[in-house]
């Protein structure tokens, strides 16, 4: 038997496990630590093999035959398919510039794409990059940088306090964020957790606020107030290292407690015990939350966590909010990735960044020279959530040819169908491209509709170093533990073929993955093997306020609670809370999406046979109260209705739901059902992304996500499951 130390990929937070490979050649997967509640491993980990090794898993190069959706494949040889793919990308970007071309990328999923894409892409002169983590941490670091230059870690092994914004880590979801907590809690730190529901976490917090959802900015606002008001700031720091502290203080006094109240539907006594808890129990920390990325208000709630942090004198000390910077000898991924050779016209071409520049180039200019002046490199792609395009703006010109038309369009690791807002604008941009392929494990919804199919590997058979998307200076190895399956290849290979395909291969000049990790741990005297073996963790021991040498790297090198680059960019410098559309008689309730469920990651895993039999079918939770207005009982399928579309669930009634709230599971889709373009394997019926709207209301104004936290809804019961239900019936707008 041997064992391999590895990061398993199964998820975004990269739990370190131990794969042992018995004589036979079957794997066991386990914690590195197998003490209770330090063991970092989850379901998902438990039984990635299963699908890894799933009969329908894609092995092949696969092209299209018939009509685009047609599900007909034709397997072909890898240098056919790059041939053919290079040749029309060629003639694209020839025709229509290399703006044409745009890619979406699960950064999680490829684990080991080190900074490949952005290179291949910057060299081409296309910026018309993105992700899921638009809408998911990587807006955070964006927006976190206009506030502090960095995007803080939290320092849960020290830290007193704890304030969840309506995340809910625990078993078998962020399982290590879950164990640090419970840690934390055991030596005596406190817990506020803000969510609408009595959530795991809410049931053994010392304080629970069941606010509205999508309030968390107005909730801030309230908790600045409290704060300034009772003199409970740290004033020396707020002095010396922030600007705009009184414009800040006159913004907060527009949300006295009794506005807030009547906002997030909270008392205002138990809001000011909170900000009470937090401000005087330090260091106390503030982790992210996706619940807080996906709102209306998202880029000002984003900002005023950060303000509070730095109010309360929690950045980059012991038990708060560590900025680490990169990694001081391993080669970074931001570096890699060449942004300097994209020209400045062609990073002002990049979709969205006249009108949602927040985390676009435009947006993050301002910070090059501070960046490199602080951290040594001008350009910080934190958990690559810096220089993107926005999702909304790259599929209407894929759909609509407006402001300019992409044709060309790569989804790497990322069901790109289900992964954002507007899932009928995404099938209508898709279908009327040029030339679309996919990155792919299995045939999601978006492999169905590509023209090739490309067969990538998994995190068993790929060495990989990580630290944490850029987000942490500590740097993680993974070994490969098995070759890959049929012929499966690493990311880097696709854009390696490319390159050398297009004429700019001199700058791909390693032959693989491995000896790019060679490369990058080079100044370290090792190569990648020898880095893996002697480390599972590389870290320099981490310093604290280092800002006191060398300033904050935003334009006034301080903390920026008024913003000096959204000033410039034409948006209100202080955070703000913007209010709900009018209602709609239509829509009495309101949705949930986005919803983690344990068994699954995003679109992710319906394939697994062992997960699936815990969680069989997606889950829509109500209140008895709701449920009963509409005769609906446990267990039956309703449908969840807004003026987006509609999506199919069961019903799951719980008390522990606030009444009026309906929580929608993320990502649902069935891939043992039937495909082609008319049915996508039941995400025509299941997927939530059909009812998400990304309309101007429902869109955050400086970056242009969607408000996933509290969308009119109605619900209703039907008859049946409804998995073969064609596109036509799901594209009808809501009645």
């Known amino acids: ?163 969840l914004f309506g995340h809910n880590p625990w078993k078998h979801s962020w399982t290590p964020i879950h164990n640090s907590i419970r840690q934390a809690q055991a030596r005596g730190a406190k817990l506020i957790v803000l969510d609408p529901r009595r959530s795991e976490n809410a049931e053994v917090s010392d304080l629970w606020l069941p606010l509205r959802a999508g309030t968390d900015a107005a909730m801030c606002l309230g908790w600045i107030n409290v704060i300034i008001d009772e003199g409970l700031y740290d004033a020396e720091f707020v002095d010396k290292w922030t600007v705009g502290f009184d414009a800040l203080k006159r913004r907060a006094r527009e949300y006295p407690l009794e506005r807030v109240a009547a906002i997030t539907g909270v008392a205002a006594e138990k809001i000011a015990e909170a900000a009470r808890l937090y401000a005087t129990s330090g260091p106390a920390i503030i982790p992210w939350s996706p619940i807080t990325d996906q709102q209306r208000n998202s880029t000002s709630a984003i900002r005023l966590q950060c303000i509070l942090r730095a109010l309360t004198g929690n950045i980059d000390v012991p038990g708060g909010e560590i900025l680490h910077g990169y990694h001081p000898t391993v080669i970074n991924d931001s570096e890699l990735e060449l942004h300097e050779v994209l020209s400045e016209r062609q990073k002002m071409k990049q979709l969205g960044a006249d009108t949602f520049p927040a985390f676009t180039y435009r947006g993050t200019a301002a910070l090059g020279e501070p960046t490199r002046r602080v951290w040594g490199h001008k350009y910080a792609n934190i958990v690559a959530g810096s220089y993107m395009a926005n999702p909304t703006s790259v599929f209407q010109a894929m759909s609509e040819q407006t402001p300019y038309a992409v044709k060309a369009f790569l989804s790497v690791g990322n069901n790109t169908m289900m992964s954002f807002a507007n899932m009928q604008l995404i099938y ?78 001199q700058f791909f000049p390693w032959n693989n993955v491995g000896e790019v990790l060679d490369f990058r741990v080079a100044p370290m005297g090792k190569t990648f093997d020898e880095f893996a073996r002697d480390h599972a ?42 209010e709900d559309p009018p209602a709609d008689d239509r829509f009495p309730l309101t949705a949930f999406t986005g919803v983690r469920e344990p068994e699954f990651f995003q679109t992710g895993q319906r394939h697994i046979a062992s997960l699936r039999a815990r969680n069989p079918e997606p889950r829509a939770f109500l209140h008895p109260v709701d449920a009963a207005a509409s005769g609906i009982r446990s267990d039956d399928w309703i449908e969840v209705i807004t003026g987006q579309g509609r999506c199919v669930a ?13 929580r929608v599971p993320h990502g649902w889709w069935k891939p043992e059902t039937r495909q082609g373009a008319d049915y996508l394997s039941g995400a025509w019926t299941h997927a939530d992304a059909q009812i998400c709207p990304d309309r101007p209301e429902y869109l955050d104004r400086e970056q242009g996500i969607p408000h996933l936290r509290g969308i009119p809804c109605a619900v209703r019961k039907v008859a049946a499951p409804l998995d073969d239900l064609a596109v036509e019936q799901m594209l009808q707008p809501a009645q």
């Open 650 to 662: 069961k019903a799951a009634i719980q008390q522990s739901m606030p009444k009026g709230l309906v």
């Open 537 to 578: 963790v590389h870290m320099q021991r981490l310093r604290f306020r280092k800002y006191e040498a060398t300033g904050f790297a935003t334009p006034s090198g301080k903390v920026e609670f008024y913003s000096s680059i959204l000033e410039e960019l034409g948006f209100d410098p202080l955070p703000y809370y913007r």
């Open 1 to 163: 038997m041997s064992a391999k130390k590895v990061l398993c990929s199964s998820c975004d937070i990269y739990c370190q496990v131990l794969v042992e490979t018995n004589d036979d050649g079957t794997l066991k997967i386990k914690a590195q630590d197998p003490r209770p509640g330090w063991a970092n491993i989850c379901i998902k980990g438990v039984h990635a093999p299963e699908g890894f090794d799933h009969p329908d898993r894609i092995r092949y190069p696969l092209k299209r035959v018939g009509e685009r959706g047609s599900g007909r494949w034709q397997r072909v040889s890898w240098d056919d398919a790059l041939d053919d793919i290079a040749s029309r990308l060629g003639q694209i970007i020839a025709s229509d510039g290399p703006e044409a071309f745009a890619v979406s990328e699960s950064p999680w999923n490829v684990q080991s794409g080190n900074g490949m894409s952005r290179r291949f892409m910057n060299l081409l002169g296309a910026p018309n990059w993105m992700s899921g983590i638009a809408l998911c941490s990587g807006n955070t670091a964006a927006i976190n940088r206009m506030v502090y230059g960095w995007y803080p870690f939290p320092d849960y092994s020290k830290t007193n306090c704890i304030v």
């Open 428 to 505: 209508q941009a898709l279908m009327k491209q040029e030339l679309v392929v996919a990155f792919e494990h299995v045939m999601s919804p978006t492999a169905q509709l590509a023209d090739y199919v490309l067969p990538g590997d998994s995190w068993l058979e790929r060495p990989a170093l990580s630290d944490s998307f850029g987000w942490t200076s500590a740097m993680r190895s993974s070994q490969q533990v098995t070759a890959p399956q049929g012929e499966c290849r690493n990311v880097y290979d696709l854009w390696k073929g490319l390159a050398d395909r297009m004429g700019i291969g």
